[in-house]
C-alpha cells in the first residue's frame, strides 16, 4: 500500500471516528451528567442619558450599545416591544406598540458580541408626520440566544427604551398631595408625598423640602428631589423626612413640586405645607424618668415625716369603749337625725324581749333598780 | 440762675440723644446695603466651554446674604455674544418662575415672590445656552432685585474660561443595565425510586446593576407548555400553582415550581416563608427596586424545585424560563 494512500485513509477513519463522537453527545442530551450546564453570562444595555429631539416627519438615528462584560461570545436578538409605564416607576416591555410599529428599525438578524466587548447598535427612528410635542418611548428587548441545551433551559434578556423628545409647548398638569400626620413620636417623621400627572403629556419634575422647626431651627433646611419624568396618567409617592432639632416640636414642612409649564421657559410651582408635633421618645424616656424620681421622692420624703412625728405613749391599761363611750362619740347631728320617738321605740322592744324571756313578770310591771 | 444752667443742661442733652439717633438711623440706613453688599458661595459652571458651542446648560449657585423677597435674579455674563433659548432645568430655594435672555443678562423672574432667609442656598440651571463666539475669561455679575426693584444682594462669580483650543470634556454617562445569570442550562436526572433523586432543585443566580433612577423590575415567564416532554403524547409535570398569587407551600410530587429570595432587591410577598408558585406563560413580576442599585448588584436567587413519583412518565421534560428585567430611567 501506498504509504500517502494509507495516511489519507487513517485521516478519513479519525476524522469519522470524531464526527461519530460529536454527533452522539450531542444528540443525547439526556446523559448529560446533573447539574449545570450552561456557562454564566452577562449582559448590559445603555441608552442615552439624554431624551433624543427629533421633530414630526424626521428621521433619525439613536444610538444604543449592547455589551457584553463575560468572558464568552454572546449572541443576542434585538427585537420593538411596547413599554407600559405604571406608578411608582414601574415599567413592563411586552407585546408591540401600534404607534411604533414599522417605524423603527432593529437589526434583521442576530448580533454576536465578542468576549469583554460591546456593539453600538443604531435604531432608526422615523417619525410621524403628525404628532404632538410630548416624551415618546421605543421599547425593545435585548434577548441572548441558548447556548446550552439542558432540561431546563435560561434565559436572561433585558428590556429597555429609547426615550424621544418632540419639541414645541405641551400641556402639563401635576397635582400633588402631601401625607403627614399631625403628631408623631418619633426621632424624626417621614410624610408621604404623592405626585399625579392628570395631564396629556410627560413631565419632569422636581421639588424641594423646607423644613423648619419651633423651637429650633427657623431657617429652613433644604431637601432636594431631583429631577424624575411622570408619564401621563401615571403618579409617584415618594417619602420625605423632617427631623426636630428639640426634643419636642413642633415641625413645619413646605413642600415645592416644580415642572414645567406650557413651555421649557417657565415653571410651575405647587407647594403643600404641613405640620406636626413631633415627640422624640428621648423626652418621653426623660419625662419617665423625672415622674419616677418625683414619686420616689414624695414616698421617702413621707416616709421621713412618719418616722419624724413624736409618737403617743401607749396607755398601760386601754379604755375599754362603752355603750354610753359609743354613743357619745356618735356625731351629734346623727343623734338628732333619729327621730324622738325612736329611742321610746327601741326601749318598748327591750322591756317586750325581758317580758317574754321572764314571763313571770308582767308585761307591764317596770324592771326592779337592783336589776 | 440755677435754672438758666439747668435749661441749657437740658438743652444740650436733647441736641446729644437727637443727634445719637440720627446716627443710629443713619447707621441703620447705610446697613442694608452694607448687608447687601455680597451673595456668599458664588459658583458659576458650563456643561461646554468651547466658544459658540450650542444647548451648552449654565448653572449658578449661590447662598443668600440678606433676608428679602427675591422677584428677579439677574446674571450678567460679560463679554458678548451669548445667545440662545434658555430653558429651565431647575431651580431650588426659589420659587417657580420663568426664563428671559437680553443680550448679556439671563433674567429669572419669580412668578409668587416670597421671603428668601438668608443663608438660604440658591441654584439655577438653564439648558439651551449658546457660548459666545470668542475665547476668552469670562465672569457673571449675580444679583438679587425687589419687586421695585431694589437690589437685594450682588457678587460676581469666578471665572469661566471659553476656548476654542483647549480640549472640551464632557462626561455623559449612559443610562446603563447589566444583568447576569448564572448558568444558563441546567440538566435534572430525576429517579422516583429514592426521595432525594425524586425531588430535585436548580438554582439560579441573578445580579442586576443598574444607574436607573426609578430602579428596575424583573419578571419571569416560561413555555406556555410549561415542563414538557416531547415524547408521545406530550406528558407534562404539573405546575405547583397557577401563579404567584395561588403560591404555597411545597406540596411534593408531582410538580413544578420556583421560589424567590434575594438581598438588595425586593422580592415579591408571594414566596414568603419559602412558598412556590408556578411559572405563567404571560409573565409575572417576581422582584423590583425603586431606585438605583450603585456600587453594589442586587442578588436574586431563583430555586427551580422538580419533584416526581412513578406517576410521571419516564421520558425527557424541558422548559425555557426567560429572566426579564426592564430599567426605569424615568
Known amino acids: 500500500m501506498h504509504p500517502r494512500t494509507f495516511t489519507a485513509r487513517a485521516c478519513r477513519n479519525a476524522a469519522s471516528l470524531a464526527a461519530i463522537i460529536a454527533i452522539l453527545a450531542g444528540a443525547v442530551p439526556a446523559l448529560a451528567a446533573p447539574g449545570p450546564v450552561g456557562n454564566r453570562r452577562p449582559i448590559a444595555v445603555s441608552v442615552p442619558s439624554e431624551a433624543a429631539p427629533l421633530d414630526p416627519g424626521a428621521t433619525g438615528t439613536i444610538p444604543i450599545r449592547v455589551v457584553n462584560p463575560g468572558s464568552t461570545p454572546v449572541t443576542v436578538r434585538l427585537t420593538g416591544q411596547g413599554v407600559r409605564f405604571g406608578d411608582d416607576g414601574r415599567v413592563t416591555i411586552s407585546g408591540s406598540d401600534p404607534m411604533w410599529d414599522g417605524r423603527i428599525d432593529f437589526p434583521a438578524s442576530p448580533i454576536t458580541i465578542a468576549a469583554q466587548s460591546y456593539r453600538r447598535v443604531g435604531l432608526t427612528v422615523h417619525m410621524p408626520a403628525r404628532i404632538d410635542p410630548d416624551f415618546y418611548f421605543v421599547g425593545f428587548l435585548v434577548t441572548p440566544l441558548p447556548n446550552a441545551a439542558g432540561n431546563l433551559t435560561y434565559i436572561n434578556q433585558i428590556g429597555s427604551y429609547i426615550t424621544i423628545n418632540v419639541p414645541g409647548p405641551r400641556t402639563r398638569t401635576l397635582v400633588a398631595d402631601l401625607h403627614l400626620p399631625s403628631f408623631a413620636i418619633s426621632s424624626g417623621v417621614d410624610a408621604k408625598l404623592h405626585v399625579h400627572n392628570v395631564g396629556k403629556a410627560a413631565a419632569m419634575y422636581w421639588g424641594e423640602n423646607d423644613t423648619t422647626a419651633t423651637p429650633g431651627s427657623s431657617k429652613p433646611r433644604q431637601g432636594l428631589l431631583d429631577r424624575s419624568l411622570l408619564p401621563a396618567g401615571r403618579s409617584r409617592t415618594v417619602v420625605v423626612e423632617a427631623k426636630p432639632s428639640f426634643l419636642i416640636a413642633m415641625v413645619t414642612m413646605h413642600v415645592h413640586i416644580f415642572y414645567p409649564g406650557r413651555t421649557d421657559a417657565a415653571t410651575t410651582e405647587i407647594v403643600l405645607t404641613k405640620h406636626v408635633l413631633v415627640v422624640q421618645p428621648t423626652a418621653l424616656v426623660l419625662f419617665g424618668g423625672i415622674l419616677i424620681a418625683a414619686c420616689i421622692w414624695y414616698a421617702h420624703r413621707r416616709r421621713k415625716r412618719r418616722t419624724q412625728r413624736p409618737t403617743r405613749p401607749r396607755p398601760r391599761h386601754p379604755a375599754k369603749p362603752t355603750r354610753n363611750d359609743a354613743r357619745k362619740r356618735r356625731s351629734p347631728s346623727r343623734r338628732r337625725r333619729v327621730p324622738a320617738h325612736a329611742d321610746a321605740a327601741v326601749r318598748v322592744d327591750r322591756l317586750l324581749a325581758q317580758a317574754r324571756a321572764n314571763p313571770k313578770r308582767t308585761a307591764r310591771s317596770r324592771p326592779h333598780p337592783a336589776d | ?330
Open chain 2, 1 to 330: 440762675m440755677l435754672h438758666a444752667v439747668m435749661r441749657t443742661k437740658l438743652r444740650a442733652g436733647v441736641v446729644a440723644l437727637a443727634l445719637v439717633f440720627a446716627w443710629v438711623l443713619a447707621s441703620a440706613y447705610q446697613a442694608a446695603p452694607a448687608g447687601a453688599a455680597a451673595l456668599t458661595n458664588v459658583s458659576w459652571s458650563v456643561s461646554n466651554n468651547q466658544v459658540s458651542a450650542t444647548n451648552v446648560t449654565y448653572a449658578f449657585s449661590f447662598t443668600a446674604a440678606t433676608t428679602g423677597t427675591i422677584k428677579t435674579i439677574t446674571m450678567a455674563v460679560s463679554g458678548a455674544g451669548l445667545a440662545g433659548a434658555p430653558a429651565i432645568a431647575r431651580n431650588f430655594g426659589v420659587g417657580a418662575g420663568s426664563v428671559a435672555i437680553a443680550g448679556q443678562t439671563i433674567t429669572y423672574t419669580v412668578t409668587a415672590a416670597v421671603a428668601v432667609s438668608a443663608g438660604i442656598p440658591i441654584y439655577l440651571e438653564f439648558s439651551g445656552l449658546t457660548n459666545s463666539g470668542t475665547a476668552g475669561s469670562y465672569t457673571t455679575v449675580i444679583t438679587t432685585k425687589t419687586a421695585a426693584p431694589a437690589t437685594i444682594d450682588t457678587a460676581t462669580s469666578p471665572a469661566v474660561t471659553l476656548a476654542a483650543s483647549n480640549t472640551a470634556v464632557t462626561v455623559s454617562v449612559a443610562k446603563s443595565l447589566t444583568f447576569t445569570i448564572n448558568n444558563t442550562a441546567f440538566e435534572l436526572d430525576l429517579d422516583p425510586s429514592l426521595p432525594a433523586l425524586a425531588d430535585q432543585t436548580s438554582n439560579v443566580g441573578l445580579t442586576v446593576q443598574t444607574n436607573a433612577h426609578s430602579g428596575y423590575t424583573l419578571t419571569v415567564a416560561d413555555n406556555a407548555t410549561g415542563l414538557q416532554s416531547a415524547a408521545t403524547g406530550n406528558p407534562t409535570i404539573a405546575r405547583v400553582s397557577t401563579g404567584k398569587a395561588t403560591s404555597l407551600a411545597w406540596p411534593g410530587a408531582p410538580n413544578y415550581g420556583y421560589t424567590v429570595t434575594g438581598t438588595g432587591a425586593t422580592i415579591d410577598g408571594a414566596f414568603n416563608g419559602t412558598k412556590y408558585a408556578g411559572y405563567v406563560g404571560a409573565g409575572e413580576q417576581i422582584a423590583s427596586r425603586a431606585n438605583a442599585t450603585g456600587g453594589t448588584a442586587d442578588t436574586v436567587t431563583i430555586a427551580n424545585r422538580v419533584a416526581i413519583d412513578y406517576t410521571a412518565p419516564a421520558v425527557i421534560y424541558t422548559d425555557t424560563i426567560t429572566y426579564t428585567v426592564t430599567p426605569n430611567y424615568t
